[in-house]
């Protein structure tokens, strides 16, 4: 009973981790930039798998594709805004063209100055704020006991142990019973 209890363990985790595999496989899916549905869908499955099945802890594990993906869209979004600082060569432009019509290191100098008007900012890149890695970490743990296969082959291989530690002992005892009785006579 125990060997089929084991077996049925087993085949608990292996199920789980097919189920880990495919949430790993759709999240690295290339493609999946505009739609996370699939990895979505797939990490619900393995949570309902893992929340009605025993021996079916996943350990801690990251969605590193969805972080790239939404790092990624922050990024684009930072260098699309049109925040202060972007377009200084424009404003200096339009400052020292009306006052020079042909290139000369006076026009140089001009745009010198304007550019330094403006203090260095940072790129869009660096003042974007990453999301948290915790944000797409996930780590499931299974019941202590659960009424599928395995719970109940755990639960019968209990009951068998039970009855057989309980024979020893019974055997166990009437053993001392029957030596101190038969000491006396």
Known sequence: ??????????????GMAERRDAVKA?????????DSS???NRLYDLQRYVAAHMNTETGPFYLEGQYRRDAQ???DQAKESNGPGININAE???????????????????????????????GPVQKVTLPSTELYR????????????AGWSVALCGVITIMIIARLLSLAVLRMLLKRHYRGI
């Open 1 to 14: 009973m125990a060997f089929v209890s084991a077996t049925f363990l087993r085949l608990n985790n292996i």
């Open 26 to 34: 759709a999240d690295t899916t290339p493609g999946q930039a505009a």
């Open 92 to 122: 200096a432009e339009k400052v020292c063209k009306p006052q020079f019509t042909v290139w000369s290191p006076a026009y140089v100098r001009c745009f010198a100055d304007e550019l330094a008007k403006y203090p260095p900012s940072a």
């Open 73 to 75: 869209k922050l990024v």
């Open 38 to 40: 699939i990895t979505q």
């Open 138 to 149: 996930y780590s499931f743990s299974g019941p202590l006991w659960s009424p599928d296969f």
